[in-house]
């Protein structure tokens, strides 16, 4: 058996697609243009790229992309007022404070500035608890991304046993909570699970997101279960150089599963196409119009 793989980079480029349909759509009938602001402090590379392609996507789309680039010494007060700016300009329907900040920055507290209906990282606590009791929230990207694959994947998620493996509050814990919302079974594990091998073997469902390379092997996984990968680990090559892998075991997990996402080119493509899809979101319900379908929890 060959799991059959879930192609990541193609679903986010349909989601793209159904954004930027609804991008237009707005811009014709309502004269309205989606608008998403990203708050970059400091110097790091990582963060850099990736503020960078969330500017040129969001463009391609047809959004408006504010980038706001802060030096590493910027102070709270400093930060806290451009957010507020942010939250009172009717033309930046998302905002997005790039993560991680320096040192010297109270995180929370920075994200807990932004106004609840403009998260579009779905971080501030109250869409945590919004997401957590069933009501309309803002979503994380990254879980609304696997949930947006499972659900074209399987149709209905009701029923199935499902394990996410990590209990982070940007992937695990939000992760899990949509499972439920499905009405799946959900199980968190993570690294002091007794037995955890047996845990996931149950398992209709397994999210691995701990930052572990390849700490699940094939042997963990139920014939035809559906392993979504969410890791993102850089290791080095026996040869030299490095290469990205997972935190699933691809070789011997695509043999057992019944469907994989690979590692490049499985869950990442989706974080951003789901930031573009959760400003989109936002920006109509902002303007009291109906949601794009298929593009929310």
Not at 36 to 49: H, K, N, T
Not at 50 to 73: C, F, I, W
Not at 166 to 187: E, F, H, Y
Not at 244 to 251: I, N, P, R, T, W
Request: hydrophobic share 40%; proline share 6%.
């Amino acid at each position: 058996m060959t799991a059959q793989v879930i192609d990541g980079k193609a679903f986010a480029a349909t989601v793209r697609g159904k954004v930027a349909d609804h991008v237009a759509k707005l811009k014709d009938e309502h004269g309205i243009t989606p608008g998403l602001a990203v708050v970059l402090v400091g110097e790091d590379p990582a963060s850099q790229v990736y503020v960078r392609s969330k500017g040129k996507q969001t463009v391609e789309v047809g959004m408006n992309s504010y980038e706001h680039k802060l030096p590493a010494d910027t102070d709270e007060a400093t930060l806290l007022a451009l957010i507020e700016q942010l939250n009172n300009d009717p033309e930046v329907h998302g905002i997005l404070v790039q993560l991680p900040l320096p040192k010297h920055l109270d995180e929370d507290l920075v994200i807990n500035s932004i106004t609840p209906s403009k998260d579009v990282d779905g971080f501030h606590i109250s869409n945590v608890g919004l997401l957590g009791t069933g009501q309309k929230s803002m979503v994380p990207c990254t879980p609304l991304g696997c949930l947006m694959m499972l659900r074209d994947y399987h149709g209905s998620l009701s029923g199935m046993n499902a394990v996410v493996i990590g209990r982070s509050n940007i992937v695990g814990k939000p992760m899990a909570q949509l499972l439920l919302n499905d009405s799946c079974t959900v199980t968190i594990a993570h690294s002091r699970t007794k037995d955890l091998p047996e845990v996931v073997r149950r398992a209709d469902i397994v999210v691995a997101a701990v930052g572990r390379p390849e700490m699940v092997p094939g042997e963990w996984i139920k014939e035809g279960a559906t392993v979504i990968d969410v890791g993102i680990n850089r290791i080095e090559k026996p040869e030299g150089g490095t290469r990205l892998v997972g935190d699933v075991d691809y070789a011997s997990c695509v043999k057992v599963a019944g469907a994989i996402t690979p590692v490049p080119g499985g869950v990442g493509p989706m974080t951003i196409a789901c930031l573009l899809a959760n400003t989109v979101t936002a920006c109509c319900r902002a303007n009291g119009l109906t949601e794009p379908q298929g593009l929310t929890a």
